[in-house]
């Protein structure tokens, strides 16, 4: 049963939710300069990507709806979304595409949030013609299609047939008359990816790396055998990405493993235009409803705000100008992928 999976996925990502656990977006630090900050009031959350303008750099990423519950927990991300004005993902959309009387569970997210950026969410099996139905019934701004292989053969009722997804993504671009962002769940895309990802003409691709919710743990858990946990490590962290994407020339959205407002702004240090949070959020909202929610996203963006004022950058986009260390496993990522790291650390170097 697609909702009893739902549910379960809430349960587990919740329980293994751990926000002090290190990622490598530890691995990234600014170069501090004491005389570099500005005026808050002349820093702009506003960020623009591909002719789209979102007021914020952040966003509630794709997580629920296909049940009971989780129809309630999408009104709550719904609200928390308007009353802060971040942009919102819906959960993958199949159940909806397979049983159409779950369609309350998912259009709750427009109908407290009408004139909010709504992002419809479906997997890269689906036809053109199921694309235009997930978004048509959010009136969605546009479409994420989620790439999850990984999830899927750890998953005991999970799919073992991938080959089509690369030229479903390619229709779907072509007829859906949404743009579409491509996602990975947390496993990580690859500079090869984004590359084919933008001859496909896509218009984001948002690397949904390792380092926060892990979904090959959440299946292992839902397996009665737990015979998978060896992939529990599986794929490339979310700064990874970032850096190993940074010249592919298509935007890039970071999420997987966002723990803080400093991680956004790290995220976006790195070249990324805009930030997802999931399992961060889930829980808040578990925990203290859309109030709390509402609370710690308006929390998240003053913050932003304020370490950008620090770092002297009045615009997401005006991050990728600060020096930034990269250190450990990450440095040895990049040394292995032939990135030079020192190109973030000095990107302007100077003559005194
Ligand atoms: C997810 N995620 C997800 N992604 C997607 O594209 N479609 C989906 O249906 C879901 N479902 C889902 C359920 C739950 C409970 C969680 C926590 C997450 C993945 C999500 O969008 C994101 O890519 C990962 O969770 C990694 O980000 P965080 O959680 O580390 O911020």
Redesign the pocket.
């Known amino acids: 049963m697609i909702s009893d999976r ?1 549910n379960d ?2 349960r ?3 329980e293994q ?1 751990r926000p002090d656990r290190g990622n490598d977006f530890d691995d990234v630090t600014f170069i501090h300069h004491a005389l570099a900050g500005i005026d808050q009031e002349d820093v702009s959350l506003t960020t623009q990507f591909a002719g789209i303008e979102w007021g914020t750099p952040l966003y509630i ?5 296909g049940s009971a519950k ?1 129809g309630d927990i999408n009104r709550d991300l719904a609200i928390a979304a308007r009353e802060t004005g971040i942009p919102v ?4 959309m ?1 159940a909806y595409l397979k049983d159409p009387s779950t369609a309350p569970t998912f259009k709750v997210l427009r109908d407290e949030n009408p004139a909010g950026f709504i992002m419809a ?1 479906v ?1 890269a099996n689906a036809t053109v013609e199921q694309a235009r139905q997930a978004v048509e019934l959010l009136a969605a701004d546009a479409l ?3 790439l ?1 292989a990984v999830q899927e053969i750890v998953m005991p009722e999970g799919d073992r047939s991938f080959a089509a997804w690369g030229p479903r993504i390619e229709e779907i671009v072509e007829g859906v008359g949404v743009p579409v962002f491509v ?4 496993f990580g895309l690859s500079r090869d990816t984004v590359l084919t990802l933008r001859k496909a003409g896509v218009t984001v691709a ?1 690397v ?2 390792r ?5 090959a743990r ?1 299946e292992n858990g839902r397996r009665v055998a737990g015979d998978y946990a060896y992939v529990d490590d599986w794929g490339q962290s ?1 700064p990874a990405c970032l850096l190993d994407a940074s010249d592919v020339g298509l935007p890039l959205f970071a ?4 723990r803080h407002p400093l991680d956004v702004v790290r995220a976006l240090a790195l070249g990324a235009s805009a930030v ?7 829980k808040t909202v578990l925990e203290g409803g859309p109030d709390a929610l509402i609370t710690q996203i308006s929390a998240w963006l003053d913050q932003i705000k304020s370490i950008m004022t620090v770092l002297g950058a009045a615009t997401p986009a005006g991050l990728s100008h600060c020096e930034v260390r990269i250190c450990g496993e990450l440095r040895e990522f990049c040394a292995d992928r032939g990135i030079d790291v020192r190109r973030f650390a000095r990107p302007f170097p100077t003559v005194p």
Do not use: C, Y
């Open positions: 739902k996925h809430v587990l990502a919740a939710h990423n794709a997580m629920t709806g989780t993902a819906s959960g993958s199949s969410n997997n994420q299609i989620h999850n996602k990975e769940v947390g948002d949904g790396g380092g926060g919710t892990n979904f959440i979310t999420s997987g493993g966002v997802g949070v999931a399992g961060t959020f889930l």
